[in-house]
């Protein structure tokens, strides 16, 4: 049953605001438009193609495959091969087609965002992370555009990302921390574990381990209950969830279990 009810009147205009944050980044990298990105055999241009992509399919649209995309290094799965159509259909065109495309698809989208409702966006959907509703993949979109907002400036220009999204960001991730804590990092039963993030929307994200890892409001005893805690940057999280070549581990400060500690960072890419 969808269980994740996503506010429709301040996800919609987040996310707008992210495209048009990566449509100014788009023109903000000039001649690095044709570099390889931080993603494995992506240019720069790869990623706005792959955003292109994935809103193009939410609106109804397909593009045919081209032979031999399974014999990509990069492309591990079926969403790896999903992304890997829409990048190559786009892949060698100039930079004002593929803005273009940016352009008229994101134009569409955001206004078949803006006429939805709250109860189209409670609506059950098929989404990356399994079903639930259709506002939770729209915040996993706002995710998924953040994201390539950091890859795309740690790949040339640099700079801080886009501010707004940051909350709904730390939103979807902490949703899958009791995974990284308990199925990938093995923490044994009767952990807490906490995730103190610092930025732009600073939180603290409690999780407890009992039959299973699950988010908690408070630990019993308070915060010092924590048997570990791992003290890190928002953006510095995505790249580690992201597997990314940007991300650094020893941008971490772990306290307490050290071992338990080590264990979580070294699970947290768990992004596909």
Known sequence: MPTTSIDHTTLTPDLIGEWAALRALADDIGEQWTQPSILPGWTNADIIAHIIGTESM?????????????DLDHV?????????????HFRGRPADEVLAAYDEIIAVRSAAL????????????????????????????LFDCWIHEVDLRDGTIGGTPSAAPVGWV??????????????????????????????????????????????????DGGDEAADVVLELD???????????????PSSVKVRGDQELGQAILGSLNYMI
């Not at 803006?114 to 979109?141: K, L």
């Not at 928002?234 to 650094?248: E, Q, T, W």
């Open 58 to 70: 939410l609106d109804g649209r397909d593009v045919e495959a081209p032979a031999g995309l399974t």
């Open 76 to 88: 591990r799965n079926p969403i790896g091969e999903f992304n890997e159509k829409w990048v190559e």
């Open 114 to 141: 803006s006429a939805m409702s709250q109860s189209d966006f409670d609506a059950a959907a098929a989404t990356p992370a399994g079903p639930d509703t259709y506002g939770r993949f729209m915040r996993i979109r």
């Open 170 to 219: 730390l939103d979807e991730i902490a949703a899958s921390l009791p995974f990284v804590v308990g199925k990938r990092a093995k923490a044994p039963a009767g952990s807490a574990v906490a995730f103190e993030i610092t930025g732009a929307a600073p939180r603290t994200v409690r999780i407890a381990v009992a039959d299973r890892a699950g988010l908690v409001e408070a630990f």
């Open 234 to 248: 928002a953006v510095d999280l995505v790249r580690l969830a992201g597997g990314r070549r940007s991300a650094d």
